[in-house]
């Protein structure tokens, strides 16, 4: 690519295409929902941590391993708005927690769609294209190269 060409723009184009194709941004037409009798995973009787827009999703909330709540649609919502913002790594939303999650962590405790993993997976790859670590603070920050 020309050094002339900025990355981020085309990246910024294939993530909006990309929303515009698997329908971000439009409900739902059915909440997922954990199942109670998953044995693989911890439910607790807590608030959803990551439910930042107090949607109230009916899922019971599962553990984190972090030991933070979630439900699969406010934990998808999350990790698609970190992919939205140019990330390819997923950390709790909670404040003062940095944990990092696992991507199959991510996958298996969202409930994602055969659809959803495959949005992921190229939103993960837009956006490890066009950024880099800053190698003074590891933040991810544009290529410039």
Avoid at 34 to 56: A, H, I, R
Avoid at 69 to 78: E, F, G, H, I, R
Avoid at 113 to 133: C, D, L, W, Y
Wanted: net charge positive; charged share 30%.
């Amino acid at each position: 690519m020309s050094k002339f060409i900025d990355p981020t723009a085309f990246a910024k184009l294939d993530r909006f295409l990309l929303r515009m194709k698997m329908g971000v941004g439009k409900s739902t037409p059915k909440e997922k929902c954990y199942d109670p009798n998953d044995t693989s995973l911890t439910f607790v009787d807590e608030d959803d941590d990551l439910d930042f827009l107090c949607e109230g999703f009916a899922s019971p909330r599962a553990q984190m391993s972090c030991g933070h709540a979630v439900t699969p649609m406010s934990l998808t919502n999350w990790c698609l708005k970190q992919l939205e913002e140019g990330q390819r790594k997923f950390v709790c939303g909670v404040c003062g927690c940095n944990a990092v999650w696992d991507y199959k962590e991510v996958e298996k405790m969202a409930l994602l769609t055969p659809e959803e993993i495959q949005h992921f997976k190229k939103m993960r790859t837009i956006n490890a294209a066009v950024t880099r670590k800053c190698p003074g603070c590891k933040s991810s920050v544009p290529r410039q190269n």
